[in-house]
């Protein structure tokens, strides 16, 4: 065995640990019997901290070097180069965390997760604040043992988006903000937009039915995927061979499940879509990644789930052709209504207190008061007890709503529960480098709005898989934007596609 | 941490593997893309390998020396002593089988299996033979590697039913067939049963509905379980917080799932009632068992699975109290029958061609000749080239029947493709255990007849519990038996059990 061999080797078992802690985790969250909880909460933790110990061990220090120095004088931008340089970076990174830390935030997880449901429930801030204060202190140690320059949160980012920084977000939602808030100010003056026809009772295998469809349109390979039902719904990947989605039906809302479903249905494109080459076999002779994901990054891998959730999905283009289908399997919901209707009703704009229920544009104003209130956190001028009147105060300024109360407030989301500071901005960086796919893709593909029209994703699917899928996790978000659109992440393509797309909808 | 939880968090660990292994397995064989197969079944062996070197390795007996020293002068009959002696066995085992040999049986595993499925699919046992061969091969190393001194099946039955001998089970079945063969001659003299209306088409969900309805009542606890379809039925546990089962629905024949799913219950049972104190948690003290089965052996399992299907589920008390049931469910097919009918048509007994498929009294039958087969395969007393003939005049000897063609006969089952020698005597000792285990109880709770006859299972369950199922594999199949009927393993109940029933189903 050569010694890039070995590596691989080392590195094809740590990825099918992953793999079955993701089988494990899918499991539980759609299959498992209820009382199942505990005992599958310490078979993920073992096989977590088991493909942990492995990946940081001198053990594979040695194999790295050793890859290292026998892909010298090979391709640098090859995959097998790429793959012992992105391992090398991921490994000292990893050795910089103490085990003991690691630990810690493992295990108060649950606890923490736990009193945030309870404070949730009884609208009770205090009851949580004293497990945020402790994860803070955690991911600020977290950040001090990554080590970082300029900003702590820059360390947090790592991991979720390599190359972004605080500063760089600073800029990057200067400019949105620029461009959102007067848009917003204009459409807080229209006339509301008749969507009463939406929350009609609608029958969930239906919508099943109908989202499912769609999704294989795109795509989507069901002798390699398959959708559950999930309270709280996310894609998963067991390799390209097995990446499976899941959605929740809301039997009055059927937008929910309908939205939802293209939007996992993007994720699981980028996995299913990953070089066959690249992905862990029998005869592995490359690399696809330590953590059994395919994508450049998260924001890069949320690019995918909001382009076709959203360029493709709310579309006009899209309803335009897909709404007769919709009709019929909802007649009674959807009679009198049509496409046009349906199209302006599924895009309408509001101001809300809940960020998994925000519109296209104002999505991003949640996320950005969420990172402003994280990064303070982390560089303490924030403090855990001033958490519920800032938030209110900066709901009030972006989007002129205060929530009643903190659980329709601070309290909503579970990320800072589970000791997670620093993936909110992927969902941004997400909308933005989506609109700079697209715009890459409309210059390389002539016919594309046709095609489109005509409900034909195979062109646009195609292109999506070489440029960016095949590769896994080959290359850096900003590499990938580079090859792919020419430049870096640009929030002007966003703009333009938000202030074309509701300065039509909602014209002065 | 003192030496024996050091020794029980790493024992925990590959405890933590195994179940991981057993989802992993569970999820292919019931929810799994078929396009997944290929890669999980690396992920499957990967976790498998990682458990085995575990076990294996010299740290375990540094620590399973430190645990014996350190349990010295304790109850050597307590879980810990038992713990720590049961571990040093296996290991003693374990480490006595070249890992090339663990390697070289997993890897020929799929290849043979595939060449069993194409051999019998077109009828052509000469291109199952060389596969068949290397694993006789195999199987004869590894019981070299295990030890004996008798006979080479006993080092092979160590791994099923520890303390059973090629010796012990030869006895064993002259008995059963001394008692065994006049009956089943008796039978073939008498009138045919009427059993039509079995096989009329009956929609899969009611099957499932009243099978699922029956587990509840058994005592089945769908908190810690569930129900889905596979194609080839079992049951598997993740520790006893999650023990699921499968079925297969043959749409016309009613009692296939059934009895299907009387028989996953009782094994499932048994999983569900270790003590929680021997459960893998978070404060471990105890000790589970290492290949994170609940069970003394396949064959005390088996007789709990075989308990719940045939000593209740096909008795007459049984049927006395949920035929109404069952034919309210299934109006159409069952008018005109009745509870007495339907007793004798789920009881009748016909000698046919296919195990899986025999009744109570033939089963056992397909077993022995099964397992002589296969001692006379590890003694070199039969060769491979031979089967086809053997078999035929077995099957012609035992049951007056002869397979047509080598599908139904030689190569009707999977167990030898994939490497397994020694399983089928547990199926046939599973049956006697059950009879000596229901005598037991029979004797220790006086009004059991009685509150079987209304459908009361809570007592039998408590009963099995207590003495059995809390045990895990605390005990050796042996020692449990003493321990709860007295005596070791006994052919006399479950003749008695058989001459009884079928006496009365088929007079003289």
Redesign the interface.
Known sequence: MTAYDEFNAYV??IN??L??VN??VW?GRT??????????G??VA??SR?AQERFTSDHMGRLLDAADAATQGEDADGYRARAVRSAREAYAVARRIPLALVGELAERKSISQQAWEEAKQRNDFGHFAPHLAAMVRLNRELAGAIGYTAHPYDALLLQYEPGMTAARLATLFTELKAGILPLLLRIAAAPAVDAAFLTLPSAPEQQRAFGLAIAQAFGY??????LDVAAHPFEVS??R??V?ITTRYQPTYLPGAIFGIFHETGHALYEQGVDPAL????HTTDFLGLYAVGGASFGTHESQSRLWENQIGRSRAFWQCHFPRLQQMFPDQLAGVDAERFYRAVNRVQPSLIRVEADEITYNLHIMLRVEIEMGLMDGSIAVEDLPRIWNAKMREYLGVIPPTDSQGVLQDIHWSTGYFGSFPTYTIGNVMAAQFMEAAQRDLPGLDQTLATGDYQPLLAWLTENIYRHGRAYSPEELLMRVTGSGLQAGPYLAHLQTKFGELYPQ
């Open positions: 094809a078992e099918d640990l793999c079955a089988t494990l499991d299959q498992m019997p209820p009382d199942g909880a505990t005992t599958r310490l078979q073992t096989l088991l390979d069901l002798r390699r995927g398959r067991f390799t061979q097995d499976r992905t862990r076999s029998a």
